[in-house]
T-cell receptor
Framework: GNSVTQMEGPVTLSEEAFLTINCTYTATGYPSLFWYVQYPGEGLQLLLKATKADDKGSNKGFEATYRKETTSFHLEKGSVQVSDSAVYFCALSPDDKIIFGKGTRLHILP | GAGVSQSPSNKVTEKGKDVELRCDPISGHTALYWYRQSLGQGLEFLIYFQGNSAPDKSGLPSDRFSAERTGGSVSTLTIQRTQQEDSAVYLC????????????FGPGTRLTVL
């Protein structure tokens, strides 16, 4: 079946640190992969996506590369800011249904 | 508005009462989803509508939960005989059909069952 596993939080980092949030998946076929973000008090919004193997999605300094050989879609950012504090959800979409990971809460300390 | 809207934004009810939550998707989006997010938890899939096809109800936690989508647009999630464990934020999302397309989420309805 299709599933998403992402690292459990919370993750706490200092400002300007390097961030990696791991996400791996199991899927049949060739799903699209997404990262969604939920800032405090706000709704979920798309952060980035990749629709085929080796694609790199990027937005707001975040990047994730669709790695079919390792079935991964890790989220990275070179220098985090306090404003990046949020909950991050990895998701895959093999068809019209989207499967979400459990979310990773990120705290950035000034 | 151009986004997904949900109403009410907050609902407080007493245990045992029925509640209805409404979702207005983005015009032209054929797929509509309901999720539940409990405090500090991830997204729990509830139900999914795609066009005129039979909905995927596999995530509904009990027969007290039901949803309908009228005219391929507005959807209503109904919870009968609410229980305290139903307290959560109920999120609606819509998307253009196709796995490559992102979901657009509404702001959610915060349900509190006393």
């Amino acid at each position: 079946g299709n599933s998403v596993t992402q690292m459990e939080g919370p993750v706490t980092l200092s400002e300007e640190a390097f961030l990696t949030i791991n996400c791996t998946y199991t899927a049949t076929g060739y799903p699209s992969l997404f990262w969604y973000v939920q800032y405090p008090g706000e709704g979920l919004q798309l952060l980035l996506k990749a629709t085929k193997a080796d694609d790199k999605g990027s937005n707001k300094g975040f990047e994730a590369t669709y790695r079919k050989e390792t079935t991964s879609f890790h989220l990275e950012k070179g220098s985090v800011q306090v404003s990046d504090s949020a909950v991050y959800f990895c998701a895959l979409s093999p068809d019209d249904k989207i499967i979400f990971g459990k979310g990773t809460r990120l705290h950035i300390l000034p | 508005g151009a986004g997904v809207s949900q109403s009410p934004s907050n609902k407080v009810t007493e245990k045992g009462k029925d509640v209805e939550l409404r979702c207005d998707p983005i015009s032209g989006h054929t797929a509509l989803y309901w999720y539940r997010q409990s405090l500090g938890q991830g997204l729990e899939f509830l139900i999914y509508f795609q066009g005129n096809s039979a909905p995927d109800k596999s995530g509904l936690p009990s027969d007290r939960f039901s949803a309908e989508r009228t005219g391929g647009s507005v959807s209503t999630l109904t919870i009968q005989r609410t229980q305290q464990e139903d307290s959560a934020v109920y999120l609606c999302a819509s998307r253009i059909s196709g796995g490559r397309n992102e979901q657009f989420f509404g702001p959610g309805t915060r349900l509190t069952v006393l």
